[in-house]
């Protein structure tokens, strides 16, 4: 059986990646206190890069209040270039290409992660979480100060040998805090109107791709991930994203990754109407202007061939955490040899860091899991 996500793929600019299917970015929290990368992430990473065309990397924050979990990667300073060249070459050593995924926590930082700082947002206003801090709103230096911290990444990310860099501008994080009208209620030029709310993720993407036209080669990418809906009222409705997307094609961004739970998933605020499917109306629109990156759920090759019907490219998180060889047990046409379930009885299996090994086998309901 041959399968079209098994062919290669080449971006506009000229990468090409030996197949269509990519690692989803996935923090394992196994990085160390300062956010130097780690041994056990590079065995993870080691064994899980063999098969997709391209591996994003778990996401790194950019700045020292920005980390939105414990023992996350960082991308803050010159002294974690070392780590993350590691990284790179790990990913790298089997053809695959490696993008650095860069994010800013925003309101979803946490004083305990980034030595008792308060976290910062467009407004002042929470996130809808228990553990949340009112966050401190940014001053116009402030906002000036990170558009220049998400460019220091990005060189960063080309010293370190990288092959693009994906801007995290999903999952509610600062990116996406500006977009949305429940995190931005500023009166000033970065808030307010639509166009005012677009201004941030814009101005992060005219510096990152001014940063590798001047340090890089033609070939480096520069991506954006987004949710298309957030559940807070006011918020990002599809609507809202049909705009932003019309924006970041317009800025020449190189791909652009969905972030859902599901390949094939209705709204998930409204009415959910089950012959609307989100991503699937997101490719329509976005109808091959720039390459899209389909997820969600995604366990099987009729999984992901059905993904391609709207979408360029594939990512895989969970299965590629229980099965590293995916890609090429159907390239060999093992499929029925795929582990659909981490076997708990089995951790030397997985090369999974602890810290990680630990949330996955806490949290019900999460990873499909077997006990022997
Ligand atoms: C352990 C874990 C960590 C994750 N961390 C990130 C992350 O750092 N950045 C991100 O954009 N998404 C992150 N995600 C979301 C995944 O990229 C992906 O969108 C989601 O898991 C759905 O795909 P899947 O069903 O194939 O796992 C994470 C998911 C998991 C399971």
């Not at 990468?15 to 056990?40: F, H, R, W, Y």
């Not at 974690?80 to 993008?99: C, N, V």
Request: charged fraction near 20%; include cysteine; proline fraction near 6%.
């Amino acid at each position: 059986m041959t399968y079209s996500f098994l062919e290669p793929y080449s971006f506009n600019n000229e990468l090409q990646l030996k197949n269509k299917i990519v690692m989803a970015p996935m923090t394992t929290s196994s990085s160390t206190p300062e956010g130097d990368v780690t041994e056990e992430e590079l065995i993870y990473y080691l064994v899980r890069s063999s098969g997709p065309g391209a591996v994003i990397t778990a996401c790194a924050y950019i700045g020292s209040e920005g980390q939105a979990f414990p023992n996350g990667m960082s991308v803050a300073k010159d002294s974690h270039i070392d780590g993350l060249k590691k990284l790179a070459q790990i990913i790298k050593l089997q053809g695959s290409k490696a993008i650095l995924q860069i994010y800013h926590g925003g309101r979803m930082s946490q004083r305990q992660f980034n030595g008792g700082r308060q976290p910062i947002s467009p407004s002042p206003i929470r996130a809808e979480r228990k553990w949340a801090d009112t966050p401190k709103e940014l001053t116009e230096a402030g906002i000036t100060i990170l558009i220049s911290q998400f460019g220091t990444a990005v060189k960063r990310a080309i010293e370190a040998g990288f092959d693009g860099v994906e801007l995290h501008g999903a999952n509610t994080y600062l990116l996406q805090q500006f977009f949305s009208p429940h995190s931005n209620r500023r009166t000033d030029n970065w808030g307010g109107s639509i166009e005012n709310r677009l201004k941030f993720p814009i101005e992060v993407v005219r510096h990152c791709q001014s940063v590798i036209q001047t340090h890089a080669d033609k070939s480096f990418l520069l991506g954006y991930r987004f949710s298309p809906e957030e559940i807070e009222t006011p918020g990002i409705r599809l609507d809202d994203t049909y705009i932003l997307l019309d924006a970041l094609i317009g800025e020449n961004i190189d791909y652009l990754h969905l972030s859902v739970n599901h390949y094939f998933q209705p709204s998930i605020v409204g009415f959910r109407e089950y012959k609307k499917q989100i991503p699937e109306q997101i490719g329509q629109y976005i109808d091959n202007r720039v390459p899209l990156i389909g997820v969600g759920a995604i366990k099987t090759a009729e999984d992901a061939e059905k993904t391609l019907r709207y979408a360029n490219l594939v990512s895989l998180g969970k299965q590629l955490i229980i099965d590293p060889k995916w890609v090429q047990k159907i390239e060999e046409g093992k499929e029925k040899s795929i582990q659909t379930a981490i076997n708990l009885s089995q951790p030397q299996d997985y090369h999974i860091p602890e810290n990680l090994w630990k949330t996955i086998t806490q949290i019900p309901n999460w990873f499909p899991v077997k006990e022997h």
